[in-house]
């Protein structure tokens, strides 16, 4: 059901945690819905992530594209981690099946959530950014009998 | 590996399957023909529904072979609503069925007739004064199944079959989850239908069968040849009714030895959980609950990331989260009874067989503390509740 770098990300999560006192936290998802996700990111003076780090409700694949998320962000400038989209997760997971790719959507909107927070406590304005939902779940087609 | 997922499948038990191989290479002569070759197929498929009928307590011509449960529950509940819409269009049913049954009474409801979905206690159980209260003038049947897939919650039968022939409403049970588990008698049950499915009691995939008591009129299945009596035609699966009513007289034999050996390691099972492992819950009914059926809720984390981990050691397992689903929504059942969506989905359900060990609940326990501290230590929902628990 998934390849092998979901499974990889899956079983050995990369920047699981915490991060104290990070420039911006994002919570996304509905547990209601079966997933969570809150990214933590570290971002120095000149605007660069530094770290990142996540803690995920949600199955394998919630876990899977948080880490990788995680991973593409650590680095990158705000500009270049806001680039960090859901298809751009999915990818370098090599592909997630049809009914898991909300859980990317989730952690582009967490990474989302967390740029916003970083922007609001630094009264700054990144563009490009919207206000995240911070709930994101699709409504699911109806089944027919 | 240790296979814990017998509500979903069981092995094919070796004799099952002995029994039912000369009746793919030898005796693979069509039941309907004249020459002894096919007679000699047609002796075993009556000899199997003569095994089966007696189990239950039904007569030989009750017994009509379908290919499953699904089936079986969708012909009793189509064909009796189609049979039975000149005197009414209501039908009773519970919240927790399988969707075998769910989904045929949502069909129906598009077809004009109304379902009345009976809630349950908090352990899986419906009431059947609450059934007596649901019945209307046109109420047309009543399904309730025997025993819950999911949680294990073995439902008052009898008292709602004797409410049903009071009232002479139709009376159908899915069994599939009971057959060869715990004893049945469809007099004593005042059952007119049940259903059942040989795999789910060491018997082959792809049989089953619904029992159609005798004077029930219900409309025929598949039509198109003299098979079942005419109710549900086509060449007979000779292999797979060898099979089943191997399966059934294998169980039979064996059921108050299976089920005693099943509930010491359930029991044991449950009570290291609960011992061992904070903020769980037990779903389903404590006592009145299929020999081998453990379902445990655990708190901040999610099923499907467990079912994947306890894979990885070799567990066989399934969950009713929703990821497992392929919907944003929990098991049904697991709502019915009252269950927040969040704690649905870290449900976790394990089913024994006679065959597995006490080493192997231990190795269970001892894996599944691992897992569930791992992913509580990932989870924001255990972050934030530990959080609070500080403040």
Same mark, same amino acid.
């Given at each position: 059901?998934?390849?092998?770098?979901?499974?990889?990300?899956?079983?050995?999560?990369?920047?699981?945690?915490?991060?104290?006192?990070?420039?911006?936290?994002?919570?996304?998802?509905?547990?209601? *819905?079966?997933?969570?996700?809150?990214?933590?990111?570290?971002?120095?003076?000149?605007?660069?992530?530094?770290?990142?780090?996540?803690?995920?409700?949600?199955?394998?694949?919630?876990?899977?594209?948080?880490?990788?998320?995680?991973?593409?962000?650590?680095?990158?400038?705000?500009?270049?981690?806001?680039?960090?989209?859901?298809?751009?997760?999915?990818?370098?997971?090599?592909?997630?099946?049809?009914?898991?790719?909300? *859980?990317?959507?989730?952690?582009?909107?967490?990474?989302?959530?967390?740029?916003?927070?970083?922007?609001?406590?630094?009264?700054?304005?990144?563009?490009?950014?919207?206000?995240?939902?911070?709930?994101?779940?699709?409504?699911?087609?109806?089944?027919?009998? | 590996?240790?296979?814990?997922?017998?509500?979903?499948?069981t092995?094919t038990a070796?004799e099952v399957?002995?029994a039912?191989?000369?009746?793919?290479?030898?005796?693979?002569?069509?039941?309907?023909?004249?020459?002894?070759?096919?007679?000699?197929?047609?002796?075993?498929?009556?000899?199997?529904?003569?095994?089966?009928?007696?189990?239950?307590?039904?007569?030989?011509?009750?017994?009509?072979?379908?290919?499953?449960?699904?089936?079986?529950?969708?012909?009793?509940?189509?064909?009796?609503?189609?049979?039975?819409?000149?005197?009414?269009?209501?039908?009773?049913?519970?919240?927790?069925?399988?969707?075998?049954?769910?989904?045929?009474?949502?069909?129906?409801?598009?077809?004009?007739?109304? $379902?009345?979905?009976?809630?349950?206690?908090?352990?899986?159980?419906?009431?059947?004064?609450?059934?007596?209260?649901?019945?209307?003038?046109?109420?047309?049947?009543?399904?309730?199944?025997?025993?819950?897939?999911?949680?294990?919650?073995?439902?008052?039968?009898?008292? %709602?079959?004797?409410?049903?022939?009071?009232?002479?409403?139709?009376?159908?049970?899915?069994?599939?989850?009971?057959?060869g588990?715990?004893?049945?008698? $469809?007099?004593?049950?005042?059952?007119?239908?049940?259903?059942?499915?040989a795999h789910k009691l060491n018997g082959p995939?792809?049989i089953?069968?619904?029992?159609?008591?005798?004077?029930?009129?219900?409309?025929?299945?598949?039509?198109?040849?003299?098979?079942?009596?005419?109710?549900?035609?086509?060449?007979?699966?000779?292999?797979?009714?060898?099979g089943f009513g191997a399966a059934v007289r294998r169980a039979?034999?064996?059921?108050?030895?299976?089920?005693?050996?099943? %509930?010491?390691?359930?029991?044991?099972?449950?009570?290291?959980?609960?011992?061992? %492992?904070?903020?769980?819950?037990?779903?389903?009914?404590?006592?009145?609950?299929?020999?081998?059926?453990?379902?445990?809720?655990?708190?901040?984390?999610?099923?499907?990331?467990?079912?994947?981990?306890?894979?990885?050691?070799?567990?066989?397992?399934?969950?009713?989260?929703?990821?497992?689903?392929?919907?944003?929504?929990?098991?049904?059942?697991?709502?019915?009874?009252?269950?927040?969506?969040?704690?649905?989905?870290?449900?976790?359900?394990?089913?024994?067989?006679?065959?597995?060990?006490?080493?192997?609940?231990?190795?269970?326990?001892?894996?599944?503390?691992?897992?569930?501290?791992?992913?509580?230590?990932?989870?924001?929902?255990?972050?934030?509740?530990?959080?609070?628990?500080?403040?």
């Amino acid at each position: 059901m998934y390849s092998e770098k979901v499974m990889d990300h899956f079983q050995n999560p990369r920047n699981v945690g915490e991060i104290e006192n990070a420039s911006g936290v994002g919570t996304v998802g509905n547990a209601k *819905c079966g997933d969570i996700m809150r990214i933590f990111l570290d971002i120095d003076d000149d605007g660069i992530v530094r770290d990142a780090k996540f803690k995920t409700f949600g199955c394998g694949a919630a876990v899977a594209t948080s880490s990788m998320a995680t991973e593409l962000v650590k680095g990158k400038t705000i500009q270049e981690a806001l680039q960090v989209t859901n298809k751009a997760v999915m990818e370098a997971l090599d592909g997630l099946p049809p009914v898991k790719v909300h *859980c990317s959507l989730l952690a582009e909107e967490a990474i989302h959530a967390a740029l916003w927070d970083y922007a609001e406590k630094h009264h700054i304005v990144i563009e490009g950014l919207k206000k995240p939902v911070d709930d994101i779940s699709e409504s699911e087609p109806q089944e027919e009998y | 590996m240790i296979y814990l997922d017998n509500a979903a499948t069981t092995k094919t038990a070796p004799e099952v399957v002995e029994a039912m191989l000369p009746y793919f290479t030898e005796y693979y002569g069509n039941p309907s023909t004249v020459y002894s070759l096919g007679n000699t197929a047609k002796k075993a498929v009556n000899e199997a529904r003569r095994t089966i009928a007696e189990a239950i307590g039904a007569k030989q011509e009750e017994i009509y072979f379908t290919a499953g449960g699904s089936e079986a529950d969708n012909w009793a509940i189509k064909a009796a609503a189609e049979a039975c819409a000149q005197k009414g269009k209501h039908i009773i049913t519970t919240k927790i069925e399988h969707h075998a049954v769910l989904h045929t009474c949502q069909y129906l409801e598009k077809q004009g007739f109304e $379902v009345t979905y009976l809630d349950v206690d908090q352990d899986g159980l419906v009431d059947p004064e609450a059934v007596r209260a649901a019945i209307r003038p046109d109420t047309i049947l009543i399904s309730v199944m025997y025993a819950n897939n999911e949680i294990g919650t073995i439902e008052p039968i009898a008292q %709602i079959g004797a409410i049903a022939k009071e009232k002479g409403v139709l009376f159908h049970t899915d069994a599939v989850q009971a057959l060869g588990q715990v004893p049945l008698n $469809v007099d004593e049950l005042s059952v007119d239908m049940l259903s059942a499915s040989a795999h789910k009691l060491n018997g082959p995939k792809g049989i089953g069968m619904l029992y159609i008591r005798q004077g029930v009129k219900i409309r025929s299945f598949v039509h198109g040849g003299t098979q079942e009596r005419g109710r549900r035609a086509g060449t007979e699966n000779v292999p797979g009714i060898v099979g089943f009513g191997a399966a059934v007289r294998r169980a039979v034999k064996r059921m108050e030895e299976k089920a005693a050996k099943e %509930i010491e390691l359930r029991d044991y099972l449950i009570g290291r959980i609960q011992a061992e %492992i904070p903020y769980c819950r037990l779903n389903g009914h404590p006592v009145r609950r299929l020999p081998g059926n453990v379902n445990f809720a655990f708190q901040f984390i999610e099923g499907e990331s467990m079912l994947i981990m306890l894979d990885m050691k070799g567990i066989c397992a399934s969950s009713g989260s929703a990821c497992t689903s392929g919907s944003l929504d929990p098991s049904h059942v697991l709502l019915a009874i009252g269950l927040k969506h969040e704690i649905a989905h870290g449900s976790l359900r394990l089913t024994l067989s006679e065959e597995n060990t006490k080493e192997e609940m231990d190795q269970v326990v001892e894996e599944l503390k691992k897992i569930v501290q791992r992913l509580r230590e990932m989870s924001p929902l255990y972050e934030d509740f530990v959080k609070k628990q500080k403040a």
